[in-house]
């Protein structure tokens, strides 16, 4: 019984630090979602809101199951600050404090997530 505790206590405390730096790594892609979208200024934008279905396939992903609401306050804030950004989003009817979260895709292009 005490090889399994020692076996336990010493994978335990193996993996603390991959977690801490999985957890660090999550906090700059989210900034850089946040500065890619104050300073966009294309207009190849796409809207996907986050129904009951895509909803739980996006936090499979881990991108907004893992956001808190100081997180979503900051990436509204980057949003707000880029006004071409915002009159394409209401020219499309989108409310802006729906806007959850943003990807970019490879083309360069946005796609939006609204609540």
Known sequence: MNGIAKLTAVVVLTGMPFSGAAYAAMEPAQQQVDQTVAHFKGDNINIQELGWVTQSAFDED??????TPAETAKFQQALASNPQ???????????????????????????????
């Open 85 to 115: 950004l915002v009159r394409q989003l209401k020219a499309r009817n989108v409310e802006i404090g729906n806007v959850v979260g943003a990807d970019q895709a490879a083309d360069g292009s946005l796609t939006f997530y609204l609540r």
């Open 62 to 67: 881990g991108s907004m199951a893992q956001q």
